[in-house]
């Protein structure tokens, strides 16, 4: 029998977590742009005491780290812009070719007895639904990046408190050296995850540009950066990111090109993150197949779209941060994939 006092305990535990979720979610709005802005500054924390230990001062540290921020996001937002406006102004071009696909395929399935009405698959599949959503894209850009910059500002007020925050910590802990120590792991755990992800991610985009400028598909660049978003998406995200240069590929090519392609993004993807993540990352960082997938709909549910995105880092968050204590390392191990750590 479980004493009454843990059950009580439980049901507590329960509580608080569903009334936290709740408020997560009723805030969702301000709770991405603050999850956004420590997830970068994280992974710029350790450009700027590099840049300090080589006896850059502080202020120009910053000055250049915000700097970079900036170039980066504008270049993005023109590449973005700039070619989700050309992509819309071809839509029915891209349309009349879809279509013209689909007809030479239905053909071909009516050429083996199959008795297949190409307007009821035309109407079923609503093309003219999908591009009109993607011609709305291009207007969302603009939203986007407002909330972007919500985030820089965020991120250059972290950055500003990181050297402060240090001497917090060593104040709160100063007779808990168990508690500092934890906490240190836990923080240079987190740093290291959102890192090596960041530079895989980049490397991602990178490959896949040059892979589609070889291919000659439109908006290499474009299909890069997404590349380089998605990637944060595991399982999923990497398949979403090759669909637009394939859909483009199979409209200006053959078959035979857009299966090449769609092999090369298979090499790509599988060499980033089933060969080098796991190799920087070490074995001990590793999630259960499982847990990722169900942290997807979980924080794609709490956060929406973009919670997607964050889904493994917030739960390699918990994970980290459970397996930096003897009291909660249990749970750690259940988040674990214990395949990748024996």
Known sequence: MIESHRIQYYF???????IIIGGL??????????????????????????????????????????????????????????????????????????????MDILSWLNGFGLEIEPKSILEGLNIGALFNFTAGAAGNIGIFFSKMM?????????????????????????????????????????????????????????????TLIFFDIDYPILWGFLGFLLNFIP??????????????????????????????YLIINNLISNVLEPKFMGHGLGLSPAIIFFSLIFWGWVLGPVGMFLAVPLTMTLKIAFDSSEKTRWIGILFSNLKREE
């Open 12 to 18: 507590f535990y329960f509580s608080a977590f569903v």
């Open 235 to 264: 399982v999923i995200g990497s398949l979403i990111a090759s669909f637009p240069a394939l859909f483009l590929a199979l409209i200006h090519y053959d078959f035979a090109t857009t299966a090449w392609l769609a092999l090369v």
């Open 150 to 210: 919500l985030v820089f500002i965020g991120v250059a007020f972290i950055l500003v408190e990181s050297t402060n925050f240090e001497k917090k910590l060593d104040i709160i802990f100063k007779r808990d050296k168990d508690a500092q120590r934890n906490f240190r792991l836990f923080s240079h755990n987190i740093q290291k995850y959102f890192s090596i992800k960041t530079l895989t991610s980049m490397l991602t985009g990178i490959i896949i540009t040059i």
């Open 25 to 102: 979610k009723m805030a969702s709005q301000a709770i991405v742009i603050l999850f956004l802005s420590i997830f970068i500054a994280s992974v710029l924390s350790p450009v700027l005491s590099r840049l300090q230990k080589y006896k850059v001062p502080k202020y120009l540290a910053y000055f250049l780290i915000l700097a970079m921020i900036i170039i980066t996001l504008l270049f993005v937002f023109y590449i973005i812009n700039t070619s989700l406006k050309d992509f819309g102004s071809n839509l029915s071009f891209y349309e009349a070719k879809l279509k013209t696909i689909i």
